[in-house]
């Protein structure tokens, strides 16, 4: 006969599974009449929102703040990937709101055929408080336009 209880189940979650989208599980749904096959159960997966990534579909974004001085003479910064941490070149005069593509550092694909990319948004750090001597230095590049 049928039994009516709960029971509790653990599965997998393809790589790339997105927020709202559903996954079959195959014979662990309702039993059926009379010793038949028992049904499929459907889960409807609801993702948390990441500590510092945004996702969006298999790719990803990532803001980062550099300081002025990395924005007008470029730098290399280290950012965080879902595989660790790389190094990424800021080219001289880069202006805020740059967005920086790094190709395929997003999602895996849900197909399992490659993965999105991962996209750098630099915020330019303007300083709240300076020194005297930070200060005069500002002033004297004020000065000559800048």
Known sequence: GR????????????AGV???????ITGKGEAAKKGGVSGDLYIRVHLKPHKIFIRKRDDIYYDTEIKFSQAVLGDKIEIPTLEGDLKLKIP???EAGKLFKLSNKGMP???GYGRGDQYVRIRIKVPQ????KEEELIKRLKEEGI
């Open 129 to 132: 408080k300076l020194s005297k």
């Open 18 to 24: 997105d927020n709202g989208q559903t996954i079959k």
């Open 92 to 94: 001289a005069g880069t």
């Open 109 to 111: 694909r849900l197909n």
């Open 3 to 14: 039994v009516n209880e709960i029971e509790s189940i653990k599965i997998d979650l393809p």
